[in-house]
Structure formats: structure tokens, C-alpha cells
């Protein structure tokens, strides 16, 4: 494999191989060696992947996520295998949804920085997406390096920080960027779960800020102090010395790391362009 940086601090493209291979040709350890280096990983492809060997490559580094993420009442999934998660802005007819539809209101929560699945008990270790329809202009993703941002902050704020627990749900990142609330059936499709908002990365070694868009309070705070706290925590560590923006190219699987990065979508006219792009999610263990 070679490996070409893509920020000072992070991120890291890698070349060749097309991952339109046989999975099971993947260089799985220099993978992982790169990812608890790097923590985010693009791999270029000359065509997108189809799902079953975009399933079959994610298998290699755990257990995936087999159930959708968004249960919503009423709504049928438009994509066939469980294992897919589709981040798109479109209907199970290919069409482009309408403004007011419940799924694009909270996709659109994915603007907000954000760790995968953080509102589980059993966390997300590498989520990887992949491009299938690129709108024109804008959509890009943003990656954050947690490992970093830690690393950086004061000395002080290490210390009032290192022991705390937080809360994360998927509901309150949904309606705190405007979507509507859920119905009863649908809360309870996703209850909170509770996190360190420090740990130590198990292949790196290093400590990471475990943050999120998700995270409603710290445990045991009052709600107005705790939400404070993760306001600051957030908006340190997504300077821009921080980030790295990824154009994305038809093709493209960007892997990345949750347990050392955050990440958010960008804007673009979901209303005009269609926007097909589909992840698969690793987790801690089996679930």
C-alpha cells in the first residue's frame, strides 16, 4: 500500500487497490496499523462498490451493524440488505425526497458533528462510506481529530474532564437541528446510553474527547452546565487545525474511526440533487 497524507495531522489516502477486489485480498493489518495512525482512511475506486463487496470488505474488521439506525413509523427501507445503511436523500423509488419528509429532516441532523451509533451501549468502531451519486456541488464530509484535540486542550480542562460520564441520544441531536419530535414507538426504537467523555484508544494508545452532537448531558450536572461544558469541548475541538474536508469523487470509500474522530456532512440542495451514498458500521461487538 502507499500512503499519501492529507492533513498535517490525520487522514491519509490509500493506493492502490481498488477495492472492487476480492475482500478477502484486503492487506487487513496494514489497514488497521494505518487506521490507529491516520484514524481516517479514503480509498479510491475506479467504479462504486456494489453492496455485497462493499459487506464483504467492512466484515474484515468486526462485527457490522445488521438493524437500520432510523426506525420511523410507516416508512419502508429502500435499500435490500440489512448491513447497508443509506445515507441518502432518496425514497425506496429513487426519488428525491420532499422537504417535509420526517427522513430528510433528521438526515439533515448529520450536519452537526457527530460519533456513530454513540447513543448505544455497544459503540461504533470504523464506519465506512461509499459514494455512489455525487450532487454537483457541496456535500462534503468533515473528520475531526479527537486524539488531537485532547492532546490540546489546557491542562485544567483535562482535569475537570478526565471522570465525567455523558449521555447520548439519538433523538436529542434530531430535534435539537430541527427535526420533529418522535413518537412513542420511535423513542423507544433508540434509548439513550451512557459514555466516558474521555477514554483511551485501545490500538493507538492514545486518549480521545469522546464527543458528539448526540450527547444531551453530562450525568450527574445540571442540564444547563453540562450542555455548556460540551459546547465549549465541541467548538475547540473542531478548529480548523483540526479538521480535514473530503471532496468526495464517485467511487470513494472513506473509512474512519469513531473512537478517534467525530465527523458532519455539509449542506447542498438536497431538494435538487440527488445524493446516493451508503455505509456499512462496525461495532465493538456483536449486537
Known sequence: MHLTPLHPLFAVRIDPPDLAWRPTDA????IHAAMDEHAVAVFPNTRPLDDATHIAFSRLFGPIQRTPVLQLTGKRE???????IDQSNLDQDGNILPDNDKRLLYKRANQQW?????FHPVRATYSLLSARVIP???????FADMRAAWAALPEAMKQRCESLEVEHSYWHSRVTAGGPEPDEAERQSR??????LVHRHFGSGRKVLYLASHISGVVGWPR??????IAELMAFATQRQFVYRHEWTVGDVVMWDNLATMHRATPFDDTQ???DI???TVREAEV
Open 224 to 229: 444547563d452546565e453540562g450542555q455548556a461544558l
Open 78 to 84: 429502500r435499500l435490500a440488505a440489512p448491513e447497508i
Open 278 to 280: 451508503r455505509r456499512t
Open 114 to 118: 457527530h460519533t456513530d451509533m454513540s
Open 136 to 142: 454537483p456541488r457541496g456535500a462534503e464530509t468533515e
Open 191 to 196: 434509548p439513550p446510553a451512557r459514555h466516558r
Open 273 to 275: 440533487f440527488p445524493r
Open 27 to 30: 492487506p487487513t493489518a496494514a
